[in-house]
């Protein structure tokens, strides 16, 4: 896969949960876990399951950080 996004994290899908019409993926990037929440179409087509291999791709215009 070859995109222009540069923040790509390469993981383990942990676990699929299917809605009515979005799937949230939790994604295991190295002890932290991602959720990612796509179409059910999406899960489907790219066949992601539990214990596969993916890469979490971030692409965003703000990145935000908080502390207490």
Request: net charge positive.
């Amino acid at each position: 896969m070859r995109i222009s996004a540069r923040n790509q994290i390469k993981g383990t899908v942990l676990e699929v949960k299917k809605g009515a019409t979005t799937s949230h993926v939790r994604v295991d990037i190295g002890g932290q876990v991602v959720t990612s929440s796509i179409t059910n179409e999406a899960v489907d087509d790219l066949a992601i399951k539990a214990g596969g291999k993916v890469t979490v791709v971030v692409k965003a215009s703000d990145v935000m950080i908080g502390v207490d």
